[in-house]
């Protein structure tokens, strides 16, 4: 585009510089002599014309040249904000992943083996005859929606509603109809409720474990 405007000026001053070449051509033989007959003297006219008109031309030229040369500075401006903000886009860090919120683990107890959980996790065991059973059904609503407590404190979710299966949880705990209980990290079955607790009850049972009290201290060492 600046090439093309370049090529348009240079065109305009040549078509410029020739008109008047040529209005001084002409100027020759528009000298006409003429009588005064006043005086008696010779005076010489000077027809202009020509010249005026293509001078008017040739400036035309020049004009239209420099309108056509602006839009192009424009243009350049404008790729070269692009190109920046491109550039800026590329070296833009990216955002650190959020980390992932743990989730509370709920595991059906058939064919489960209790011992891979020791010294991780404790178990809260829930257990029924029918999975239709009104406190099962209430004791696993009141998990789910304190969850959180219950990760904090280490707790895996058993449940069994399946007597036939007789699953390794089930045998060691021997649950007639409805049971509620909590496994220690070492193995060792800390309580069992016939009726269901809520959560803020399961985690005040917890709490009160000796094996708690010392992970307490070891996380939150200004209450010792």
Known sequence: MINLCRA???????????????????????LLPTE????????????????????AEATHLIKASETVEAP??????TDAAGSAAESNDETRAPEPAQPQKPELQILSAEGVALAQ??????????LADTPNDPHFLRQMRDIEQGADALIERDVVVLYDT????????????RPRGFMLAIIE????????????????????????????????LERLPARR
């Open 8 to 30: 348009l000026s240079s065109l305009a001053l040549a078509a410029f510089w020739g008109a008047v070449g040529a209005a001084a051509h002409s100027v020759t033989p528009a």
């Open 36 to 55: 005064s007959a006043a005086e008696g003297q010779t005076e010489v006219s000077l027809s202009e014309p020509a010249l005026a008109v293509t001078a």
């Open 72 to 77: 192009s500075d424009a243009t350049e401006k």
């Open 117 to 126: 959980f020791l010294w991780e996790y404790r178990i809260v065991a829930v």
């Open 162 to 173: 399946n007597p036939r299966a007789q699953s390794p949880l089930r045998q060691l705990l």
């Open 185 to 216: 990290k070492d193995g060792a079955v800390a309580q069992r409720r016939p009726l269901p607790r809520d959560v803020r009850e399961i985690s005040a049972i917890i709490d009160r474990f000796p094996l708690r009290r010392q992970e307490i």
